[in-house]
């Protein structure tokens, strides 16, 4: 079935009509259209070929026997599945009452017999092109909706991630800040800009924050020999990280103290070198 309803004979329509005169008639007008067409000779009977294929309009009698097109009516637009259904009665009832209370039973038109082809093709025309309206309205809005249930699933991953992340950050800025050894990350050059507790008191000061307030020793290398720093490039070079190198470095009262560090790049995704961080021991003195 083409999805197009505006033009004609894109349309499922079904007559529900107990006289099977009135049936063929409306049958062969609307077939010549090009719509695809049922019909029902009773409200049972149409009940069960909705359930089995729901049609895109429904052109219903009022008098009928059993089931007449008001109940039919009523217990279609009580059904989640066939409320949407829009229906045009046909009836011979010209009465002001009976289109009111076609419409107020969620009726979406009325056609009084004898009707005139050109109207009853009208009428079908303008249905199908409100249906198809509605259809996309509700399918742009369960659209939306699923959209919308993503992204507030997106939002709770993101949420559940943002906490395991701090978390994570909590845990390692306690495990950085309360190490038993010195850990650090340095520039490229070789400065260091972050240490912990343990390697500011390596370096002679009470903590971290008291060793990056001495401006002047925090932005230069440790090493008192610029040759430590030329073995920390060959490891880094040979070996892709440095591993139990051994200097010597001043500390904060211009003394000097033995130290072995490990460190290692952190790259970005393209590969540029961002900044090494390691972490260090400090050597016992020895005893001459």
């Not at 500011?200 to 009470?206: D, L, S, T």
């Not at 211009?254 to 290692?264: G, H, L, P």
Request: aromatic share 8%; proline share 4%.
């Amino acid at each position: 079935m083409t999805t197009d309803l505006f033009n004609s004979g894109a349309g499922r329509i079904l007559i529900v009509d107990d006289t099977p005169e009135n049936v063929e008639v409306l049958t062969t007008l609307l077939q010549l259209e090009g719509y695809d067409v049922r019909g029902a000779i009773s409200g049972q009977m149409a009940l069960m070929g909705i359930e089995a294929e729901p049609p895109d309009v429904i052109l219903l009698d009022i008098m009928m026997p059993d089931m007449d097109g008001y109940e039919l009516c009523q217990t279609l637009k009580q059904n989640p599945k066939t409320k949407h259904i829009p229906i045009i009665f046909i009836s011979a009832l010209d009465d002001v009452f009976d289109k009111v209370k076609a419409f107020e039973i969620g009726g979406a038109d009325y056609i009084t017999k004898p009707f005139q082809q050109a109207e009853v093709l009208a009428r079908v025309k303008n249905q199908l092109t409100i249906a198809l309206l509605q259809r996309k309205l509700r399918q742009k809005n369960a659209l939306l909706q699923k959209q919308n249930q993503q992204l507030q699933e997106i939002a709770e991953e993101r949420r559940e991630l943002v906490a395991s992340l701090q978390a994570a950050q909590e845990q390692y800025r306690q495990m950085f800040e309360e190490a038993v050894v010195g850990i650090y990350q340095s520039s490229p050059e070789g400065v260091y800009f972050k240490v912990n507790n343990a390697l500011a008191r390596i370096y002679g000061y009470a903590d971290a924050e008291d060793w990056l307030a001495d401006i002047e020793h925090h932005n230069q290398r440790p090493y008192v020999d610029d040759s430590s720093w030329q073995k920390f490039q060959q490891q880094i070079q040979s070996r892709g990280v440095v591993r139990n190198l051994v200097s010597k470095v001043y500390r904060a009262d211009q003394t000097i103290t033995t130290i072995c560090e490990c460190a290692r790049p952190v790259k970005s995704e393209d590969g540029q070198l961002l900044y090494y961080e390691g972490f260090v021991f400090e050597l016992p003195t020895r005893n001459p």
